[in-house]
């Protein structure tokens, strides 16, 4: 069900969210948090869309506020969804005109479940400091997506320059699978020391220097980016040992072989990871990303080490 509702407020919204749980019982409980998603009218759907997929895991109440330009008369579209039109959640649509196109916590404050978490989305538009807008200040977690910046390197800079516990960004996300199987290729080698780590990414990926500060931090060895044509997404990691090279590759964009020394190749399911499984396991998790905090502060090591270079563009 889909309920329109043209120059409306807010408080309007909410007293027809209660008036059809009333008429028919068509908005579920059992909601288990609120998710703000902050971005542009035009832009919503795709984050609507895995924010429902999401739901089924989490369900939630999903407030979406959608700039719909500033240059208009001020004014308040709103829309309603539940039931097959919602996943698992119930969503409402504030576009809002003028004045009401700037995110405020004025706006969702009379929409927010009571006693229950508040998660900031931006999926595009990453604010300059997501924990000082007026969303960020009253969510218990702030999720960013630099890949979908214009300047990527430049939008992860800003993050690690403005982190505070409780941000985090879908670009380190996307690593999770990633850093599942390097940690296990650690757990089950030999102990011989890695030496040197080469990995191999998009250059357009914050998630390739991520994965190369997360090396970093966990390997204290130096370490090169090879940087890939734009949206290739990661392709590599070498590990470089005194008892021979374990290498992890992606050629495409589901299968990974591992070669390890003395042993055969491997192939290894390892997929790109789709919106809604990153925000899934975003959702999936309310305390601070403590790790993500200590790679950003580890950037500077990417570009810091004094005996060999561990970033290298080549």
């Not at 409980?29 to 895995?50: N, P, Q």
């Not at 925000?279 to 999936?284: C, G, H, I």
Request: glycine share 6%.
């Amino acid at each position: 069900m889909i309920v329109d509702l043209p120059n409306t407020t807010t408080s309007k919204v909410s007293k027809k969210i209660q008036s059809l749980r009333e008429q028919g019982g068509v908005i579920a409980r059992g909601r288990v948090l609120t998710l703000v998603v902050v971005t542009k009218s035009g832009l919503e759907e795709e984050a609507i869309e895995a924010a429902n997929e999401a739901s089924r895991e989490h369900p939630c109440r999903i407030i979406v506020l959608a700039d719909a330009g500033s240059s208009a008369p001020n004014r308040l579209d709103a829309q309603i969804r539940v039931g097959g039109d919602a996943g698992a959640s119930e969503v409402i649509v504030l576009r809002g005109f003028g004045e009401l196109a700037e995110e405020s916590e004025s706006l969702v404050a009379a929409l927010l479940l009571p006693d229950a978490p508040i998660v900031a989305w931006w999926p595009h538009g990453a604010p300059k400091n997501a924990s000082e807008t007026s969303i960020g200040r009253i969510a218990h977690r702030r999720i960013t997506d630099s890949a979908n910046e214009a300047e990527p390197q430049v939008a992860l800079e800003n993050i690690r320059n403005t982190y505070k516990a409780g941000d985090t960004d879908l670009a380190w996300t996307r690593l999770t699978n990633w850093r599942i199987q390097l940690a296990a290729v650690l757990d089950q080698a030999d102990t011989s020391p890695v030496t040197a780590v080469a990995v191999e990414g998009a250059s357009d990926s914050p998630s390739t220097i991520l994965l190369a500060a997360w090396l970093t931090l966990s390997l204290d060895a130096p370490v090169t980016i090879v940087a890939d044509p734009a949206g290739t997404g990661i392709r590599r990691v070498r590990l470089t040992r005194t008892s021979g090279d374990v290498q992890l590759f992606r050629p495409g964009l589901s299968i990974a072989e591992l070669t390890q020394p003395g042993q055969p190749a491997q192939r290894i399911s390892l997929p790109r990871r789709s919106l809604r499984d990153c925000l899934a396991e975003e959702l999936r998790r309310l305390d601070p990303d403590d790790t993500f905090g200590l790679v950003l502060g580890a950037l500077d090591l990417v570009r810091d080490w004094e005996d060999a270079p561990l970033l290298v563009l080549v």
